[in-house]
C-alpha cells in the first residue's frame, strides 16, 4: 500500500508504532553498552545521577527549613517584646488585714498616667488604703478613687514612697483601632507574669469586649493587650470566660468623676 493512501488515523498509528519500536531499540542498546563497559564507569554513572538528585533535594530542604525557623522566630520576638513593653504596668494589689499584714487582692494597670491604677479586682472598698506590688519589686499606697459596680472598674491613685521610681503607664487603644479576630495577648499571674492568648469575638457599641480564652481568676485585673504592644482594656473573668472592659468606658468614668 503506497503511504499516500493512508488515512490519518493511519498515519498516527504508523507514528506511535514507529516511535515505540525505537525506543524499545534504544533501551536493549543502552543496556547492552551499560553490561559491556568498565564497571568503574558505570559506577561513575550511577554516582553523578545520585549527587545531582541529593544535591536537588538539600536545597529544596535547606530552604524549607530556613523558611520555618525564621517565621518561629519572629513570632516569638514579637510576643517577648509585647510582654517586655506591657509587664512593666503590671501591679499587684494588696488589701490590708486586721493583724498588720497584708492580703493578696488581684492585679491592676497604671495606666493613663504613673499615678493612676485600674482593675477589676472585686471587694475594693473607698475607705481602705491599698499596698500595690509595683514590677520592680519596690511598694506604693494606694487609694480609691473611684469605683463603678456595673462593669467591675475600679480606680485607685498611687502614692508613691520619697525616692520611689514612678511605674510606667501604658500604651492604650480604642475600640476604633480594633477588629474582630485579630490577637489578643492577657498577662497576669500572681507571682510572675503569665501569658495566654486568644482572639477578639466581640466589639459592641456599649459594654465589655467578648474574647474566645478561657482563664483563672490569676487574669482578673490584668492587660488585654494587641499585638502592637497597646492596651485594649481590663480583663474581667466571670465563670472562667474572659471578657474585656475596654478603656473607653474607663475613659468616661474618670471624666464623669472629674465633673462631679
Known sequence: MDIEHLTKTQIVLLVLLVSFVTSMAT?????????????????????????????VTGMVTEEVKEADQTQTISGTKTVADVVAEASPSLVRVYTPVVEGGEEYAGLGVVAFDIQTVVTTVPGIVSDTVYSVHLSDGSRASATVRLTDSVSGISILTLSLPEGGVPPSAIRLTTETNLRLGQALMLLGGRDSVELVTGL???????????????????????????SSGSCAGIISVLEGVVSVVPFSHISALLETSAAE
Not at 200 to 209: D, K, R, S
Not at 210 to 223: E, Y
Open 200 to 226: 477578639l469575638t466581640a466589639i459592641p457599641e456599649e459594654g465589655l469586649l467578648g474574647t474566645n480564652i478561657t482563664a483563672g481568676t490569676r487574669f482578673v485585673g490584668g492587660p488585654a493587650v494587641t
Open 27 to 55: 533501551g536493549i542498546v543502552t543496556v547492552s553498552l551499560m553490561d559491556q563497559a568498565p564497571q568503574g564507569m558505570t559506577y561513575t554513572i550511577n554516582r553523578i545521577i545520585e549527587q545531582s538528585a541529593e544535591a
